[in-house]
């Protein structure tokens, strides 16, 4: 097997196209949508890509890596961190709710090609004084393969619980048995917003448009840019990363951006990417001035029953963070981990190490604090 590092998408052999194909049929987070809008629009200046390929004696890819250095990208838990350009870490950012080293698990050479990529990370020179690879899902197989590899090299590797995933897999014929599913809570709320649709709409102040088309991308970006900007969010860090998801979403056929307008002006969006049977919900706003109308809810309530009805899907992905308002569309919640390695034999890696340690015995003490002083107080 060999390992050939490459440093644009337009470069990779075939093979390594065919496989993200493969692995990108249902999920969007392995799409070359999704690592092509990343590296265009979704870095830092002095941030660089490397794509690691293991291709067998027969060119065949078996394992596709996208990495960036240096690590502590945003979104990352080591963001705050000075981190050294002798870095690495998996290509993701804020809007990430998964990542993974693209392998064909049903191979039986993939765990070679597991353990040949990592073994040639952990000999690289200029070494890396530190790798992380967040929003791993712990329990596949590249995950432990990778988890084990590294435990065996000259790094010391430590798994660490990231962030939760708030999703929902179902097979449901309509949108009206998709709510007769929820709870009873949730399915009050989800009547309470049929019934505000249904009075803007009896007061003729609601249109309501979707586009998904490629020659709609640019109707779309406005929108997005006008909401977006009146809305209570903070700006984005990458300002172009939303409007080229969009854009190349479009031109794939696999955007969803639904529109609310109430007496004539665009009020809300609910932006949304189909990939096969998965629908990743990517964001919603609305302008704060109508939110007495339920705008923003409304709009997720009438793309949920469109990817249903229309698209066919049978997951819905609200991304990471445990906000209180997923668990009224979603029921489901998976855990995603990282593993951050520290390496042993540099003393920028050992620092690194020490710093992590110490960061978690904080982390721990305080916890243990905060448990004395909750059980005095109900005591």
């Not at 870490?89 to 090609?113: H, I």
């Not at 000999?123 to 004084?129: G, I, V, Y």
């Not at 969006?269 to 919603?284: K, S």
Request: hydrophobic fraction near 40%; charged fraction near 20%.
């Amino acid at each position: 097997m060999n390992v050939n590092d490459y440093k644009s998408l337009h470069d990779l052999p075939e093979s390594a196209h065919l496989l993200m194909r493969r692995q990108a049929a249902n999920n969007l987070y392995l799409s070359e949508l999704w690592f092509s809008t990343m590296m265009n629009a979704g870095l830092e200046a002095d941030a660089q890509v490397s794509i690691y390929v293991v291709e067998n004696d027969q060119q065949q890819c078996l394992a596709l890596a996208f990495l960036r250095t240096p690590a502590g990208q945003n979104g990352s838990k080591f963001a705050h961190w000075v981190l050294s350009r002798h870095s690495l870490a998996g290509l993701t950012n804020f809007q990430s709710s998964f990542f993974s080293v693209l392998v064909d698990d049903e191979d039986s050479d993939s765990q070679t090609a597991l353990v040949k990529l990592i073994g040639y990370l952990v000999k690289s020179k200029p070494r890396w004084h530190l790798i992380d690879l967040n929003l791993m899902a712990p329990q596949t197989m590249a995950y432990k393969v990778i988890h084990q590899t590294l435990n065996q090299s000259n790094f010391y590797c430590q798994p660490y619980l990231y962030k939760g995933n708030w999703y929902e897999r179902f097979a449901f014929a309509d949108f009206e048995q998709y709510v007769s599913s929820r709870s009873k809570s949730n399915k009050k709320a989800i009547k309470n917003y049929q019934r505000k649709c249904r009075k803007l709409q009896r007061q003729q102040r609601m249109t309501i448009k979707l586009f998904s088309q490629a020659d709609e991308a640019e109707l779309a970006v406005g929108i997005y840019l006008e909401i977006y900007q009146q809305s209570w969010k903070e700006p984005d860090l990458f300002e172009q990363f939303y409007p080229q998801l969009i854009r190349r979403a479009a031109a794939q056929g696999r955007l969803r951006f639904l529109c609310i307008y109430l007496d004539g002006n665009p009020v809300a969006f609910e932006f949304a990417i189909v990939t096969g049977t998965q629908c990743v919900m990517m964001r919603t706003a609305y302008i704060q001035a109508y939110q007495h109308d339920s705008v923003g809810a409304i709009a997720i309530m009438l793309m949920v029953e469109h990817v249903i009805e229309q698209d066919g899907v049978t997951e819905l992905d609200f991304g990471t963070d445990d906000d209180r308002y997923k668990q009224t569309w979603v029921t489901q919640r998976r855990e995603r981990y990282g593993l951050v390695s520290f390496n042993r034999a540099t003393g920028l890696g050992r620092f690194y190490h020490l710093i992590d340690m110490i960061n978690r015995i904080k982390a721990t003490a305080k916890d243990r604090i905060k448990a004395v002083i909750k059980q005095e107080q109900q005591s």
